[in-house]
T-cell receptor
Framework: AQSVTQLDSQVPVFEEAPVELRCNYSSSVSVYLFWYVQYPNQGLQLLLKYLSGSTLVKGINGFEAEFNKSQTSFHLMKHSVHISDTAEYFCAVTKTGGFKTIFGAGTRLFVKA | KAGVTQTPRYLIKTRGQQVTLSCSPISGHRSVSWYQQTPGQGLQFLFEYFSETQRNKGNFPGRFSGRQFSNSRSEMNVSTLELGDSALYLC????????????FGPGTRLLVL
């Protein structure tokens, strides 16, 4: 079975500062990895995904993530955040070719002016 | 293309009642997954359907059930509602059927009194 741990429940950061949201996963088989964002009263939107290939994945809104197989991590990064990035971010995993996605508990990013 | 639509958006029920939620996937998508989101438990996988067949199920009691129709629209039903069933229920659709890319609807917020 797969599991996901998001190491920070809340991350406050100032506008234009860099940010890293941490995610570790556990799986005995190969997996796909995802980051989703959820704005208040909305569903989830896919930011980026790792399926295979290059370990540095670029997504929308300037976000990127690095897949590290040896450390079983998939941390999300942004070089310069905006107020509009304030939202909840979810790391998720599914086994390759699987039909079930497991989500982490979420990290609330709060960008301050 | 229209996105994933969920109806109703908000619902208030009382304990012991049953409820049916509906999800219309993106046109051409054949896989539909359902998730329950609560502050305490986070995002939890309920079940996934592909071409009218349930392929995977999460750890929920039998009161939670679902189905998918030939046009890929899906419904989930919760019988004998409990207070703890209050949650945001999210539906996601996928074209390729293996959860590489899921598109989420806005959710149905259920309040059980």
């Amino acid at each position: 079975a797969q599991s996901v741990t998001q190491l920070d429940s809340q991350v406050p950061v100032f506008e234009e500062a860099p940010v890293e949201l941490r995610c570790n996963y556990s799986s005995s088989v190969s997996v796909y990895l995802f980051w989703y964002v959820q704005y208040p009263n909305q569903g989830l939107q896919l930011l980026l995904k790792y399926l295979s290939g290059s370990t540095l994945v670029k997504g929308i809104n300037g976000f990127e993530a690095e897949f590290n197989k040896s450390q079983t991590s998939f941390h999300l990064m942004k070089h310069s955040v905006h107020i509009s990035d304030t939202a909840e971010y979810f790391c998720a995993v599914t086994k390759t070719g699987g039909f079930k996605t497991i989500f982490g508990a979420g990290t609330r990013l709060f960008v301050k002016a | 293309k229209a996105g994933v639509t969920q109806t109703p958006r908000y619902l208030i029920k009382t304990r012991g009642q049953q409820v049916t939620l509906s999800c219309s996937p993106i046109s051409g998508h054949r896989s539909v997954s359902w998730y329950q989101q609560t502050p305490g438990q986070g995002l939890q996988f309920l079940f996934e359907y592909f071409s009218e067949t349930q392929r995977n199920k999460g750890n929920f009691p039998g009161r939670f059930s679902g189905r998918q129709f030939s046009n890929s629209r899906s419904e989930m039903n919760v019988s004998t509602l409990e207070l703890g069933d209050s949650a945001l229920y999210l539906c996601a659709s996928s074209s390729v059927g293996n959860q590489e890319t899921q598109y989420f609807g806005p959710g149905t917020r259920l309040l059980v009194l």
